[in-house]
């Protein structure tokens, strides 16, 4: 399964009695909605899934994530319980739960590479996309928190293209340092010039004339 690992083992267990499993007959099983799902790190502990970390990691798919949580529902579990958070009781909450989390990770995926292809920046995507209302506000699991939506985004970004934004001048940019002090000697300049023209204006207006 994969989430924010590639080879998390989700476990939805059998029930057993004595040494080895229940044996019944097909008309006597227990429906499967009646297990318990083992989620590992599939869904996350109340926040929205940390789709790219900050302490820096191997790519994460969030097509494969998403796609494996589809592959949990099938289970239609009636509770679960995540490595990480508190359990979920009932079938029903159990796949609300697992539903708004793969339509999130879908949502913000879909929405980047759209915004992708019509050109936009890290910068300008990280503005641009967010949840729409009833998955921002599924509280507290879509709380922006561990994961977020900004830092999916930029993940995603580089996770397909990479570090490059388009823009030339980073190609070769200057030093931060550097680039501070010219920043400061342009400001200067600035100044300069506004208190330059500002006394000028002020002789002018003395003389009688426009400025």
Request: overall charge positive.
């Amino acid at each position: 399964m994969a989430s924010s690992c590639s080879d998390c083992r989700a476990v939805f267990p059998l029930a057993r009695t004595g040494r080895g499993p229940v044996k019944r007959r097909a008309a006597e099983r227990p429906s499967r909605s009646q297990g318990i799902l083992l989620s590992s790190d599939v869904i996350p502990a109340q926040h929205f899934p940390a789709l790219h970390t900050l302490r820096g990691e191997v790519f994460r798919s969030r097509v494969d994530w998403y796609q494996s949580i589809d592959a949990l529902r099938q289970f239609r579990a009636s509770a679960m319980v995540p490595s990480h958070g508190v359990p979920v009781v009932g079938a029903a909450a159990v796949d609300e739960v697992m539903r708004n989390y793969r339509d999130a990770i879908q949502y913000v995926h879909d929405q980047t590479i759209r915004g992708i292809n019509k050109g936009l920046t890290p910068d300008e995507l990280a503005h641009a996309v967010k949840l729409p209302p009833h998955l921002a506000g599924y509280k507290p699991w879509m709380q922006e928190f561990f994961g977020s939506v900004r830092q999916a985004v930029r993940g995603i970004y580089q996770g397909y293209l990479g570090w490059f934004e388009g823009d030339p001048v980073a190609l070769a940019p200057v030093p931060r340092a550097e680039g501070t002090r010219r920043e400061v000697r342009h400001i200067v300049a600035r100044d300069t010039l506004r208190n330059s023209a500002g006394a000028d204006m002020t002789i002018t207006a003395r003389q009688g004339g426009t400025p």
